[in-house]
């Protein structure tokens, strides 16, 4: 019998992904567009990528049963 999957773990999963995601994109436009290139804000925006990123495929992956 398939056990339902957690809603918040479900709800955590997709807004961790949609903030990241959304991290992703400032950190690109800034790079590209970005008149001064800031070592701090770079960083800080891929720390906050990686880790929001992670931990939405992580909670999608447990919803999902894998």
């Known amino acids: 019998m398939a056990s339902l999957p957690s809603l ?3 709800i955590f999963g997709w807004i961790f992904l949609f903030v990241g995601l959304t991290s992703l994109i400032v950190l690109i436009v800034y790079s590209k567009y ?3 290139v800031s070592v701090r804000l770079s960083v800080i925006s891929i720390v906050v990528t ?3 990123l992670g931990f939405a495929f ?3 992956l ?4 894998l």
């Open 62 to 65: 447990l919803s999902w049963g």
């Open 8 to 10: 918040s773990i479900w």
């Open 34 to 36: 970005g008149r001064e």
């Open 58 to 60: 992580h909670f999608l």
């Open 50 to 52: 990686s880790i929001f």
